[in-house]
């Protein structure tokens, strides 16, 4: 194993003890940071989009655009408070029965619906389609 200098390792936004910090141990800590960072990047076009709905100056949001943002922004709290729970050791959202697994299944089906009623308004409705973003 490698050994450091004795001084704490920083990585992000995580101080780790030198006496972590050899690179194998340091590998989840580095993948859970990689998830924060897709997590932000994927929600902040949803964040964007309900900052300019609630805005007075915008004129009335497109409710279904609306409802995906709330859902897929719903998704993402639901799975950082997994990554959370996971992080402290504990076993939550990983048993069918588990009510935070329930919740998140329940926003993935949401963003499924939501998604397919997209492509049959877009698709068979020939009217305007909405870009994203």
């Known amino acids: 194993q490698k050994q450091t200098s004795g ?8 101080t780790v003890p030198a006496a972590m910090s050899s690179d194998k141990d340091l590998v989840p800590l580095r993948k859970t940071l990689e998830s924060l960072k897709d ?3 994927a929600l902040l076009p949803f964040l964007k989009q309900l900052k300019r709905g609630s805005s007075s100056s915008d004129p009335t949001p497109d409710p ?28 939550r959202g990983r048993k069918k029965d588990d009510p935070l697994r329930a919740e998140l299944d329940k926003m993935r089906k949401m963003l499924m ?17 909405e870009g994203g973003g």
């Not at 001084?7 to 995580?14: C, E, F, L, N, Y």
């Not at 655009?65 to 050791?89: D, F, P, Q, S």
């Not at 998604?115 to 877009?122: A, G, I, M, P």
């Open 113 to 129: 619906t939501l998604r397919s009623l997209e492509k049959k308004r877009n698709g068979g409705g020939g009217g305007e389609a």
């Open 64 to 91: 279904h655009v609306t409802a995906e943002a709330r859902a897929a922004t719903a998704l993402a709290m639901g799975t950082l408070r997994y990554m959370a729970a996971r992080l402290r050791g504990q076993d």
């Open 39 to 41: 997590i932000r990047a």
């Open 7 to 14: 001084r704490p390792t920083k990585i992000g936004i995580a």
